[in-house]
């Protein structure tokens, strides 16, 4: 599942000025337009954190190979060394794509 801004899924239920030059046709379209508005804003919000934030949040604390147990995305020699930020990031977003297959 991914995450859409409130704002984006309003812009898609736009219609575009001249797009429907037929008087009822248009009405009907504003009359679906108003209530797929006024459903979108019922919606919960959900607040989302960015994901360079998290991953940095995250990486102060430990490595994702270790909490995760999903083997070392990079040289499992240099543990200490490891960018942790970026080492969650790769295994956040294999995670998301796996969500979405």
């Not at 991914?2 to 037929?22: C, M, Q």
């Not at 919606?43 to 360079?52: E, G």
């Not at 430990?62 to 295994?91: M, V």
Request: with cysteine.
């Amino acid at each position: 599942m991914g995450l859409i801004s409130r704002e984006a899924a309003l812009e898609a239920v736009k219609i575009p000025n001249g797009e429907y030059p037929n008087p009822s046709e248009r009405h009907g379209i504003i009359i679906a337009r108003v209530e797929a508005r006024r459903r979108i804003m019922e919606i919960p919000s959900v607040p989302a954190v960015p994901l360079d934030n998290l991953c940095e949040f995250l990486g102060k604390a430990t490595h994702p190979c270790i909490l995760l147990a999903i083997g070392c995305p990079y040289d499992e020699s240099n543990c200490e060394e490891c960018d942790s930020c970026n080492a969650w990031k790769a295994a956040l977003t294999k995670w998301m794509e796996e969500q979405n297959a």
